[in-house]
Structures are given as structure tokens and as C-alpha cells.
């Protein structure tokens, strides 16, 4: 496996983990349509959670959540409509999160919730 790919990997590991502490319930991980990919979804009360991983070493390059362009929402977007259509999950209101995973030691996690419409 690839750095980058061990790295996403344990990014979204320590991001389902945090979110479980924090009181969500978890729904599906690396959901893939021919649209776009979801990382984690998740359910928090009557919200449904799409979550968008970013894990690196550090923040040196910047940060992880201006990465997530206005194609890549789109494509997610597009793959949560379908998820929430397949499940029938229409009571719930749909939001996006962003969680950047900082690997280097002291780990660092920040969660951007509602991070992008």
C-alpha cells in the first residue's frame, strides 16, 4: 500500500473514531458511486453526516480543507443524493463535514462541521 493511501486509511480510522466518541452513529465508510465518493457518513440526531477525510504529516502546505474544491464538493454532493434516495434516509437533514487529520505526533484532528452547502 502506498504512503498516501496508509495515510487515508488511518485518517479515516482516527475520524470514525473521534466521531463515535463524540455521539455519532455510524452509517457507511468509502461509499462509491460513479458520481463522486464519500468518506464516512454518520448520523447525529436528525442530521445525516457526510464526512471528507484529509490526513497528512502537517499542516506545512496548508490545510487540508482548502483542498476540497468546488468539483469535489459537487461530486460529493451528487453521491450523498443518491446514498440519502438508496436509503430512503429523507428525514434527516443532509450536512458535510470536513475532518483534517494532522499525523504528526502530537496528532492533531480538526472537524469543520457544515463545512461547504
Known amino acids: 500500500m502506498e504512503k498516501s493511501n496508509e ?9 470514525e473514531e473521534y466521531l463515535l466518541k463524540k455521539g455519532y452513529t455510524f452509517l457507511d465508510r468509502n461509499y462509491k458511486r460513479f458520481t463522486g465518493e464519500i468518506d464516512l457518513i454518520f448520523t447525529k440526531g436528525d442530521l ?10 502537517n499542516a506545512d502546505f496548508g490545510y487540508h480543507s482548502d483542498f476540497v474544491t468546488e468539483e469535489k464538493q459537487r461530486k460529493i454532493l451528487s453521491a450523498a443524493e443518491i446514498y440519502i434516495n438508496e436509503n430512503e434516509l429523507y428525514d434527516y437533514q443532509p450536512i458535510f463535514d470536513v475532518i483534517e487529520i494532522f499525523l504528526e505526533e502530537p496528532i492533531r484532528i480538526e472537524h469543520i462541521e457544515d463545512a461547504f452547502p
Do not use: M, N
Open 7 to 15: 495515510r487515508g486509511s488511518l485518517g479515516e480510522q482516527l475520524a
Open 48 to 57: 445525516l453526516v457526510f464526512v471528507e477525510v484529509k490526513a497528512r504529516k
